[in-house]
């Protein structure tokens, strides 16, 4: 019974390393005070960063929406443009 209690509690290797490497780059914590925090609060921090980051990810992707139908607005506004017309001349008689 305490064993599993135990592994419930476990994270891997891996997933911890990512999570520092996260918390270490994008919030600039540095080692020392992430060595500090309990790991629910570790938790909290990347939970909270994943949600800005959904929520950033999809404001660039509103923008882009945006952008690409102003621009497509935009081109069936323009006029076409008209080729311009060969000059007539003449050919010079030999």
């Avoid at 305490?2 to 914590?29: A, M, V």
């Amino acid at each position: 019974m305490g064993s599993k209690l135990f592994s419930l509690f476990q994270i891997r290797w891996e997933d911890l390393d990512k999570i520092e490497y996260i918390l270490l780059k994008h919030l600039s914590l540095q080692p020392s005070e992430l060595e500090r925090l309990p790991f629910f609060r570790v938790e909290a921090l990347l939970q909270n960063f994943k949600e800005d980051n959904d929520k950033e990810n999809a404001r660039k992707k509103e923008e882009e929406k945006q952008q690409k139908s102003q621009m497509d607005a935009n081109k069936t506004k323009q006029k076409p443009m008209k080729q311009p017309k060969m000059p007539k001349m003449k050919m010079p008689k030999m």
